[in-house]
């Protein structure tokens, strides 16, 4: 009698699920405008955003009027598909926030935007002169859930919108453009790209993050990433060039690609560096933080001097005592910079010391930028050359 029962409710409970569920927000695939890129810039009314702090009112009338943001969406035409691709077309709206940009779209568009297919989040620079602002905006992508965590997010030198507009010669649209971009910096240690979910939790959990930059050469039509924007406290404080960004892979133990080069025996010597190992010693000296970063790198001579004998074990080892002092230079360079002007630790200790040494960081954990800045750093790197060329 008791299976019985049980088998009773359970049947009832499937009957309730199958029967008593349903799409809540159904809407057909003809009636969805599928979202490929989003550019966020500062309006023409941004600068008086501190007209709402300041009004008493709880329902500011001037919202209307306020367009603070420009924001553009980009969008496959759907009429000019051709090869399993098509051109992209993009619509333009000025509102108050994120969430009245979505509502004006929709409210002038035949169809309902969906972000589920969305690559590129894409920010003007000029808006990060403006903190709070990008604070709602975070917020807004932080709660929304159609917003996919695995979508690149960039900073464009100048409007965001010029950029989603952008028709390049290669590809059909700039989603597919950029993103190529970015796995072929990866590749060659230019940048590291930074994905919706990395971005905000770099911002929650230190307040800063990396983000790369974009900028257009409007001469030759194209597109680089060049360089790095540091943001710290929802605002840009300063750039990394290619060069720093390469050297702040080394530092964090993820070089898969790019070179070094030096001059060994007046001729430039290329290292084309493969893979990247870093370890970290913590230590306490005189209520300082005291990190040696020991890095290994491994690679191949790309070029060297016609008269030099690389199957020499000496010949071989002075090149890499060569690269290891470069190397070792540049790495200092960059702790310095990071520590005098940015005050900011980019390479990862700060995450390091709360994972392998909690005791250590409750100590630090609500003065890190200055206990990072009184710290000392050593860097120990050791270039390991497996290759030397196919001809000898």
């Known amino acids: 009698m008791r299976i019985l029962k049980n088998f009773f409710v359970i049947m009832l409970t499937c009957l309730c699920c199958i029967f008593m569920s349903g799409c809540w927000d159904k809407v057909e695939i003809d009636r969805k405008i599928f979202v490929l890129g989003v550019g966020v810039d500062a309006g023409k009314d941004i600068k008086k955003e501190d007209i709402i702090k300041s009004s008493p009112l709880q329902f500011p009338k001037t919202e209307e009027e306020m367009k603070r943001l420009k924001v553009t969406y980009s969008f496959p035409d759907l009429k000019k598909i051709k090869e399993a691709t098509a051109e992209t077309e993009s619509i333009t709206v000025d509102a108050y926030s994120l969430s009245a940009a979505n509502n004006e779209v929709n409210s002038i568009s035949s169809r309902t935007l969906y972000m589920g297919h969305s690559k590129l989040l894409l920010f003007g620079s000029e808006l990060f002169q403006y903190k709070d602002t990008v604070k709602e905006i975070i ?35 700039i989603e597919a453009y950029v993103i190529g971009l970015i796995d072929n910096n990866e590749k060659n240690g230019i940048i590291q790209g930074l994905t919706l979910n990395e971005f905000l939790l770099n911002l929650s959990g230190n307040g800063s993050s990396m983000m ?30 290619k060069e720093d960004m390469n ?11 790019g070179n070094r080069v ?24 005189n209520d300082k933080m005291v990190f040696n970063i020991n890095i290994k790198l491994e690679g ?12 020499s074990k000496d010949e071989v080892e002075n090149i890499e005592k060569g690269f ?27 995450e390091y010391v709360k994972k392998y040494h909690p005791k250590d960081f409750k100590e630090v954990e609500d003065n890190w930028d200055e206990a990072f800045v009184n710290s000392i750093i050593n860097i120990n790197v050791e270039s390991d050359i497996r290759r030397i060329g196919v001809t000898r």
Do not use: W
Not at 147 to 169: H, M, W
Not at 300 to 311: A, E, K, P, Q, V
Not at 339 to 344: D, G, L, N, P, Q
């Open 262 to 285: 030096i001059i060994y025996k007046k001729h430039p010597m290329d290292y084309i560096i493969d893979g990247s190992e870093r370890k970290i010693k913590f230590a306490k000296k």
């Open 324 to 350: 290891d002092k470069v190397i070792k230079d540049q790495c200092q360079r960059f702790i310095e910079v990071s520590k005098e002007k940015y005050k900011s630790d980019f390479i990862g200790l700060k």
């Open 212 to 241: 790369p930059m974009i900028s257009m050469d409007k001469e030759n039509n194209e597109i680089k990433i060049a360089k790095t924007a540091i943001v710290k406290d929802y605002k840009i404080i300063g750039e990394l060039s």
């Open 300 to 311: 191949r001579i790309d070029s060297h001097g016609m008269n030099m004998n690389l199957l």
């Open 139 to 173: 917020d807004y992508i932080e709660r929304h859930p159609a917003f996919s965590r695995n979508i690149y997010v960039l900073v464009c030198d100048g409007k965001a919108e010029q950029y989603i507009k952008f028709k390049p010669t290669i590809e059909k649209n």
């Open 247 to 257: 050297t702040l892979q080394i530092m964090k133990g993820k070089m898969q690609g």
